[in-house]
């Protein structure tokens, strides 16, 4: 098959073996790769309600037909598990190099299953083969030096690496997979899925002169990606890349009343452009893209100061910026970057980490929480120092940390009492940037997201809030949502970069072109809504319903203080209607299971009714 | 508030903090102890789909209004906790001594929240204070020696001790908590919560001279007591205690036809007398009891060879010989006592542990294991060394031992293929020592158990296979398994043990007197129902439905090949048809969900709508 590797890697950790397989067409046809490839296998190996951090759990690493093609946007991969952070599917995205580079070395899906005796890595060689090694002697490394040594001990400076810090190493709920050092699979704790799996890392080296993967039409893709390039990615549409990145959105957001202030206590910060890109470019050394993109969105940032000491990073991208920076009270950009690395360096999710140090600081506030249970730590807003210590309490499950690595739920159910005020999460997973009190469609699409309180699923907020829509009405958002969330749950099968505003249109003629296929814009987004419901299916059998989609109580029942969007909230009655309009929309019951029509439509029904684990007939 | 110790302790590990509170009459009333306590407790405490590992799960120790007593079988204790083997509700019960202790020295229940930083154990002194003490040096000691060095170490030769050996410091999800060496709160994996918590041990001297609570009406109390125990328990009707203890069972088990035999491959061992009270009757020492017990079912056993070396236990159990004898074809008693032994002393359950050795067993005859996947181990049928070996793996995890500790249905999962059919189990816990071919009403005593295949919920067989119904059909047996499940829900609150045949009228009498209430059966009735439609509630909050309510292929589809129950199997058809009885019976709707109106009639409805973590309103 053109337009993949056409082999997958099933490895045993447990018993220490690795099996090939290649992949049917007719799969992948149907799931494509990325986020469907993975929704189908976890939904045939897992049975329900494991623990998710037992050896049961597998780990996939998928990438697609696109990745590493040179398509903008494209050097994406994908980590597919089940969520010990949530107990829900969890996909998660990055970029960087080393997606392409798996693809390169041949392999367009690595399925990692059960738990190693003894902290190892895994290593692909030049020739594509797969060995488990010894990483003993990188217990407790952070992300950056682990990536550093595991160059050295392969002998390839340019060798790609997925791993993992202390975070992870500690099953650090909000610990991430990083990939080239600033690239994280961040959200649902796949970092913990890894630890708990005792793999440190997987290394890869690839020759890039010599992919393991064909191009079916190589002429045409070079000329449609050529038009591509220069028409859009050129274009004025794109000039946010170019110029600031996503750190564009801190104006937007302050400007449109979504940036989270201090653990959502309102949504504008007074001093927000010490954070956006003015004072970005400060410390902006140059521009970077991950491999072969031509959209360039990242920024290497280098600070140097007498606290911080010097620091280089690539980043910091605006849910950084607004979780690590804004919900906190910190308007230092210098401290947000010190922030950043060590946060990347440490394997944590800057969007959850920066909810939970927000929620403590607010706790500290309100006196629900002392500095006695903070190792002494006095958690008051903007303090940089304190986050960082924070941060390490979290990362080494260092006293009260062992409690703020769980979430921002469990910090809420363990001190008791009103706690449960300030945790601002859904599922589990903690807000990130956008305070859906000025854009009602994100409260719904926070709520409805498969992994927990996630802005990607539908960034429906670039229509509403940033766009023409009224943001505070409750009509006609379940649309916006389920549209995005079908369209983006197809772009992650390819897998498209997040920032490309691609159609269903422009996807297939590159899928087409990449495989030879003929699949059409409709078929495309179907399958978009296949999959998404094919994830609601695995939730489901979790046990998630209608009542795991919830808002927290801030959104609900504490009208907006200040700003733009003054006065309001999301009420529960507001709520309720989106989330009536959206399962109706989806073809799904009150309760939020897809009816057997919905499902025979999808053609679901089969695989809604096989489980892998199977209540007692074959 | 007679009867009660008046105290509860919360035990902060985290924070190293204790706070004591007094439950109100009215609480107790309703929740009276043990069971019902912890309960209401787990229901309000645990936020709906968290990791039973991590330090947000809470681990309770309660007794009950009569322990301590000297009634007949009241020396018991309960552990509840949300099971990381299930992920349902979980209490387990043990006797001996260590629940009397904790009465007497002044607590109803110790309520072990969040995780200490290194291992630790906590000491009750005999003033009653609670203090968190260094563990470390006990780090991986069995739970004999770790007794022995802790009864030392406190000055105190009587104290009495509940602890985890390895297995439970190393999450073995099969791990239980051990009290007076050979008894435990074994099933759903306690131990593993225990572990989890860097908590090895809880210690507890008391002087039962000065015992911290009171008997309301003494000589009342005295006087009843002597008329039970001279009418009842000395009566023909506690024989079989007196006689074998529950090794009886294996004799009625075998004639009934549903002896586990080789991983419930046949209801019948040849050799059945091997393991029987005959053989028992060679090795036993003396009879024992737990404190103050008339009862006395218990057998002390010695033996002595050059395989095993000279091992004394307390026991084996009949579900021991079972599990770890039949299921596993070893009908070698001397090997049972053996493994017995190593079994409690590494802090295992013993039917679960039993259950997935025979499952092994079974896997490497049929060829679906290999000795390479094994270390090395020839798992044939009855081979007690290689059981031997095996239960060491599992303890520490060792190779395939990672994948065997998580449990039978992780197993199956594991190897893929037709693994699952070799898995005997429901909701991932697994099978005891009845084959429900043989007798009905346990398939859907077992499919029902709020904690998984357990067979103490209702103990139906007792009416069925070895009584006077019909085992082989469906009809009436909802009901049977009903009236048990509410009758110990309430009989596990005061604490009454599993092998006293106590009814409401009895149970309410013992009560009354110990409190000074005037509890009616009937409210004893209406309170067992109630706390069983709580667990149920907790268990569907964590998303069970009816497709967890299942049974497993064997059961359903391979009738019974020899014995009594030949030819005999629980057809899906029949097994639908008795849970939608008890369904039915329950109030509960298809979905087994608790309906408003039952909910209503049981007083429930405030409490179902109460969320410890809310959605999203107060």
């Given at each position: 098959m053109c337009g993949y590797a056409n082999r997958i890697a099933y490895i045993d950790l447990t018993r220490s073996k690795v099996r090939f397989r290649k992949l049917k067409e007719r799969f992948l046809r149907e799931y494509i790769g990325g986020r469907g490839l993975g929704a189908r296998y976890l939904y045939d190996l897992l049975p329900p309600k494991i623990d998710p951090l037992s050896p049961l759990n597998v780990l996939i690493y998928a990438v697609g037909p696109l990745t590493g093609t040179g398509a903008p946007g494209s050097a994406r991969g994908a980590v597919i598990t089940k969520s010990p952070k949530t107990m829900t599917f969890d996909d998660s995205h990055a970029g960087g190099f080393f997606p392409s580079w798996l693809k390169i070395a041949g392999y367009d899906a690595l399925i990692i299953m059960g738990r190693a005796s003894k902290l190892s890595y895994i290593y692909i060689d030049f020739d594509g083969?797969?060995?488990?090694?010894?990483?003993?002697?990188?217990?407790?490394?952070?992300?950056?030096?682990?990536?550093?040594?595991?160059?050295?001990?392969?002998?390839?400076?340019?060798?790609?690496?997925?791993?993992?810090?202390?975070?992870?190493?500690?099953?650090?709920?909000?610990?991430?997979?990083?990939?080239?050092?600033?690239?994280?699979?961040?959200?649902?704790?796949?970092?913990?899925?890894?630890?708990?799996k005792n793999l440190k890392a997987i290394v890869v080296s690839a020759d890039t002169r010599n992919p393991r993967f064909e191009i079916k039409d190589v002429d045409g893709f070079k000329e449609y990606n050529n038009w591509y390039v220069k028409e859009k990615i050129f274009s004025e549409e794109y000039s946010w890349a170019k110029n600031g990145g996503t750190p564009e959105i801190v104006e937007w957001s302050n400007e449109a009343g979504v940036f989270p202030t201090r653990n959502f206590q309102t949504g504008v910060t007074d001093n927000w452009s010490l954070l956006a890109v003015e004072t970005l470019k400060k410390y902006r050394t140059s521009k970077a893209a991950c491999y072969r993109c031509s959209v360039a969105c990242r920024n290497l940032t280098r600070i140097k100061d007498d606290k911080w000491g010097e620091i280089t990073i690539d980043g910091p991208e605006y849910e950084t910026i607004g979780m690590v920076g804004g919900a906190t009270g910190i308007t230092d950009f210098k401290a947000v970057v010190a922030l950043n690395s060590l946060i990347d360096d440490l394997g944590l999710d800057t969007i959850s980490t920066g909810n939970i140090i927000g929620m403590i600081m607010e706790l500290y506030e309100k006196r629900l929480i002392s500095k006695n249970d903070l190792n002494g730590i006095e958690a008051k807003w903007g303090d940089a120092e304190a986050a960082y210590e924070l941060i390490k309490m979290i990362a080494y499950r260092k006293g009260f940390g062992d409690i703020m690595a769980e979430g921002a739920r469990e910090v809420a159910v363990y001190i008791g009492g009103d706690a449960w005020k300030y945790a601002v999460e859904?599922?589990?997973?903690?807000?990130?940037?956008?305070?859906?009190?000025?854009?009602?469609?994100?409260?719904?699409?926070?709520?409805?997201?498969?992994?927990?309180?996630?802005?990607?699923?539908?960034?429906?907020?670039?229509?509403?809030?940033?766009?023409?829509?009224?943001?505070?009405?409750?009509?006609?958002?379940?649309?916006?949502?389920?549209?995005?969330?079908?369209?983006?749950?197809?772009?992650?099968?390819?897998?498209?970069?997040?920032?490309?505003?691609i159609n269903y249109e422009e996807m297939s003629r590159y899928l087409n072109l990449v495989t030879g296929w003929d699949t059409t814009p409709e078929e495309l987004a179907f399958k978009g809504e296949r999959i998404w419901n094919l994830i609601r299916l695995f939730n489901v059998r979790?046990?998630?319903?209608?009542?795991?989609?919830?808002?927290?109580?801030?959104?609900?029942?504490?009208?907006?203080?200040?700003?733009?969007?003054?006065?309001?909230?999301?009420?529960?009655?507001?709520?309720?209607?989106?989330?009536?309009?959206?399962?109706?929309?989806?073809?799904?019951?009150?309760?939020?299971?897809?009816?057997?029509?919905?499902?025979?439509?999808?053609?679901?029904?089969?695989?809604?009714?096989?489980?892998?684990?199977?209540?007692?007939?074959?």
């Open positions: 083969k797969i060995s488990i090694k010894d990483a003993t002697h990188l217990k407790g490394y952070g992300v950056f030096k682990t990536e550093e040594v595991l160059r050295e001990e392969v002998g390839d400076k340019q060798a790609k690496i997925a791993s993992i810090g202390p975070a992870g190493e500690n099953l650090v709920k909000l610990s991430g997979i990083i990939v080239d050092k600033h690239h994280i699979h961040a959200r649902g704790g796949p970092g913990a899925v890894m630890g708990s859904t599922k589990g997973l903690e807000y990130p940037a956008y305070d859906p009190r000025g854009s009602w469609s994100m409260a719904l699409a926070y709520a409805t997201a498969d992994r927990g309180a996630d802005h990607l699923r539908a960034w429906s907020i670039a229509e509403e809030a940033f766009g023409e829509l009224d943001p505070f009405t409750a009509e006609g958002k379940a649309e916006i949502v389920k549209r995005l969330q079908d369209l983006n749950s197809v772009k992650w099968c390819m897998i498209w970069c997040d920032f490309i505003a979790e046990g998630f319903r209608r009542e795991d989609d919830y808002i927290p109580y801030k959104i609900a029942y504490e009208p907006m203080p200040s700003g733009p969007a003054k006065g309001k909230r999301v009420s529960p009655e507001d709520f309720e209607k989106m989330l009536d309009d959206y399962y109706k929309l989806r073809g799904w019951n009150r309760e939020g299971i897809p009816t057997r029509k919905k499902l025979a439509q999808l053609r679901l029904g089969r695989v809604a009714k096989k489980y892998s684990y199977p209540r007692y007939h074959p």
